[in-house]
């Protein structure tokens, strides 16, 4: 049987597809086919990857991949096996397979979703790789189960089972502990901020805000009437003490401690501490925005600054729409048990505007542990799509660009030669249909160029949706070509 199953992989060691990916697409394409059929018993992780020659952690993220998508079932000490509730599943083809005997590269698989994911966008996660057909199973499992109840209005503050998920999920996987009446779900960052500005702040305060940092934030500040204070960011995070010098009035403080946007550095501890210490004192508030620390390929994700809160001045923002996907527009806010009170109050008179049936289908899809196991086969898929782009970009453009080595994150930054500007390259680029970034589009201050390193002159691109070598070399070639263009001028 076990020689009979690994003829049925053919993996081509030549193949620009990473070998897990492989033997994912060919297990699939055997179970579709009916080669593999329900109910039938795989090679374990160990003897298939002794068979094939491969390490077992290759074929634990295509076993990983393959349950998370309902393709195969884990049944713990008795071994895994070929779904069986496929055996009810006769259009299995059409019905939660996307064409598995066609292999996965930027013109076919991904050309469904290319109007949404451009080459390089920032903030995507991996499209291809989010376990569809179980989130399908979810939902409509919530829809057979709807209740008269269920169709009346919502709760302002979120579903009770997502804010209990959501707080459980905090105390195992970020480090603090909240009750779920701290927790209120929110339809995207925007909604999320606008939560925060019309419960605790006012017309014409102070806010710091990290230089550089996310557009979005400025605009949506100085849109609520408030006074956004640039704060220089260096290789230690937000600089507090500059802050402090020159702005100590301020009232709140929007900050990505574990994972800088976009400079991809982490606040240090005498920071952090700092930080704390002005938001006591001050009585002002930090609005932390934990949007992508889930995704660290060294160590384990940093703690928030929420984890060392011990006086109640962290808001802490968290977003689903980096780790499933960001159709849900679907982010919860934390807030500190004093402040539970008016913001339930202002809850309700703004509805929350992600749907009920999305937000128990997140529930269940925590509950049920796919979750957590979706978290862990992205940040071992994110590793590898980001090494692509950096291998690529250093062969194709060394002494052209230098990539900044961040732990973690699903962006990347290359800093820019000083022969170029990184805003003439970005707007080039996007014309040939590539969505990277100038850095010096995300600074709140323009900073003149000095004798060291232009802290401003680099391109961030995204990388989840990278998803082959080839894919990879190709569009890192459309960049060079239009970099190569740019210095013939």
């Known amino acids: 049987m076990m020689k009979a199953f690994s003829h049925l992989l053919q993996l081509d060691r030549h193949h620009n597809e990473p070998v897990y990916r492989q033997i994912y697409q060919r297990i699939k ?119 008269t109840a269920s169709l009346g209005h919502p709760p302002a503050a979120g579903l009770p089972a997502l804010r209990e ?6 105390l195992l996987s970020r480090g603090f502990s909240c009750q779920p009446e701290q927790v209120f779900i929110c339809a995207g960052y925007q909604s999320v901020l606008d939560l925060v500005v019309n419960t605790v702040l006012e017309r014409g305060e102070y806010g710091w805000l990290e230089d550089p940092g996310y557009p979005a934030t400025q605009q949506l500040i100085r849109e609520a009437g408030l006074i956004p204070h640039p704060v220089k960011v260096d290789s230690d995070g937000m600089d507090v003490v500059a802050a402090i010098d020159n702005c100590p009035q301020a009232n709140f403080a929007i900050i990505t401690p574990a994972h800088q946007s976009p400079l991809g550095v982490a606040l240090s501890l005498a920071r952090r501490i700092a930080l704390l210490e002005w938001a006591e004192q001050q009585k002002s508030w930090i609005i932390e925005d934990d949007y992508d620390s889930e995704f660290r390929y060294q160590g384990r994700p940093l703690p928030p600054l929420k984890s060392l809160d011990r006086h109640g001045r962290v808001l802490y923002a968290g977003t689903f729409s980096k780790v499933m996907f960001p159709a849900l527009r679907l982010a919860y806010l934390v807030v500190p048990p004093e402040l539970v009170p008016i913001f339930n109050h202002r809850c309700q008179l703004r509805s929350c505007a992600c749907p009920p049936l999305i937000q128990a289908s997140v529930a269940e899809f925590i509950n049920q542990g796919h979750f957590y196991r979706h978290l862990k086969r992205m940040r071992h898929l994110y590793a590898e799509r980001r090494e692509m782009l950096v291998v690529s970009l250093m062969r194709q453009l060394a002494g052209v660009v230098d990539v900044e080595q961040q732990a973690g994150g699903i962006q990347l930054l290359a800093w820019l030669d000083e022969r170029f500007v990184d805003s003439v390259v970005a707007a080039q680029a996007q014309r040939q249909g590539l969505a990277i970034e100038a850095l010096s589009d995300w600074a709140l201050e323009k900073r003149e160029k000095t004798h060291q390193k232009n802290r401003q002159n680099g391109l961030l691109m995204g990388f989840t949706n990278l998803t082959s070598v080839a894919e990879t070399d190709r569009l890192v070639a459309k960049l060079v070509t239009v970099i190569t263009a740019l210095s013939e001028r």
């Open 29 to 147: 394409e055997a179970i579709v086919q009916g080669a593999l059929r329900p109910d039938t018993r795989v090679p374990s992780v160990r003897a298939l990857a002794s068979e094939v020659g491969v390490a077992r952690g290759t074929v634990e993220n295509a076993y990983a991949q393959l349950i998370a998508e309902g393709f195969l079932q884990s049944r713990g000490q008795g071994g895994t096996y070929v779904s069986a509730q496929l055996l009810n599943a006769p259009l299995l083809p059409l019905n939660i397979v996307d064409q598995p005997e066609q292999p996965i590269t930027v013109n076919n698989a991904l050309s469904a979703q290319r109007m949404m994911a451009r080459p390089f966008q920032l903030g995507l996660p991996a499209l291809d790789a989010f376990p569809r057909a179980q989130w399908g199973k979810i939902m409509t499992k919530q829809l057979h189960n709807l209740t």
């Open 165 to 170: 998920s959501i707080a459980h999920y905090l």
